[in-house]
């Protein structure tokens, strides 16, 4: 069996007659087992994986087995790493206690949202409903001060939240009543680089027609109404729809010759301890390369005092040399060059083309692929 070396193992004493009938029972259901030691013909103890740990306690009521756990390795390692920490453990449960305390109260005041209406407007009525700094979040009577709000002019909604220990006021204003200026209106303008291929105004005038060539920014449908003479008649809000052929390229260098870096079958297992959100552990980097790879454990379950195991796990990574043909690293990066400019055009485009080229550069190959799609340009 594994003698791997894991966080969560557990060591059994079980006993009952005719063990090797059990042992059997315990590999048919590929449980791992290892360090076995057998006392007497009766009792023997054994190490498990604490994943295997429920299918085999089935197996031993279903053979009439007694066991039990004389060793838990991963409360061993816990009370192992607190011993060693308990003045950090200590202070971060205060530093909790304080924080969870403080957040009964309101320590600041923001409002957001004004444009129209006073700041000191709504100062004043939180200062009538004695809304202040040091006060019990609780006490905040949010009703009266929502209703004191709505009473102001230009006023349509407001909310009134927590957020961790600042009260957060938000007025959301009527900005119809604010006129609109002469020349106000905005024209149409396109997104992208493009061939137009379809127009349809139906408020203000299209400046382009199928065929002709525009750059992001220029203008596609402007807000005037103009006569035969080219006069403006009046100002509109301009509404409509312009389509274009839109090109998205991307390039990238590549050599034939790479290197790749994989997994060594060597790594460390390195815990530590999450209470409350504050991580108490140390950076570790035991290779020049590695992958990491981190599993959480609630210790206590989802309590009161949220205390998580973190088993951070460090494979050692090593350079190594892959060799690809001209063909076949073409085909991979252009795979995944068009798939990242398609996503540019909208997944499901059906009018999406795709042209490449390849050229040998200094040093290696360089690809260019040009991904082209008729688009919506406003």
Known sequence: MTTKKRLGKIQLKIEGFNQTRLLNNLISNR???????????????????????????????????N??????ELTQAVFSWGKKRIGAL?????????????????????????NIVPLNS????????????????????????????????????????????????????????????????????????????????????????????????????????????????????????????????????????????????????????????VKLRRQHKPYSFFELQSVEQYLLGHSFVPIKVITDTYYELNTTQVESTLEDKTAQLLDELRNMLILKTGSNNPTVTTLHDVKQVVGGYRIDVFVTAEMRLN
């Open 122 to 277: 709504v100062q004043n009525i939180l200062k009538q409903n004695h809304t202040k700094q040091g006060m019990l979040s609780k006490s905040v009577d949010r009703q009266s001060i929502k209703t004191n709000i709505l009473q102001l002019d230009n006023v349509v909604d407001v909310t009134i939240n927590m957020r961790g220990t600042t009260l957060v006021v938000t007025v959301f204003e009527n900005f119809a009543t604010t006129p609109t200026e002469p020349g106000s209106k905005h024209a149409i303008l396109s997104l992208y680089d493009a061939v137009i291929t379809r127009v349809v105004a139906t408020e203000g005038t299209a400046v382009v027609v199928p065929g002709d060539k525009v750059f992001a920014g220029e203008q596609l449908i402007t807000p005037f109404v103009y006569d035969t003479q080219g006069n403006v008649l009046k100002e509109v809000e301009p509404q409509g729809t312009v389509y274009g052929t839109v090109t998205f390229s991307d390039s990238k260098f590549f050599t034939l010759n790479e290197q790749v870096l994989k997994r060594t079958g060597k790594s460390k297992v390195y815990n530590s301890i999450d209470i409350f959100g």
């Open 67 to 72: 066991y039990y756990i004389v060793a838990d």
């Open 90 to 114: 200590i202070g971060t449960i205060c530093f909790v206690t304080v924080l969870i305390f403080s957040n009964c109260f309101v320590w600041r005041v923001e409002i957001h949202g004004l």
């Open 31 to 65: 449980v791992d087992f290892f360090n076995l030691k057998k006392s007497n013909s009766k009792t023997m103890t054994l190490w498990l994986f604490r994943r295997d740990a429920k299918k085999a306690f089935a197996i031993f009521n279903d053979l009439c087995y």
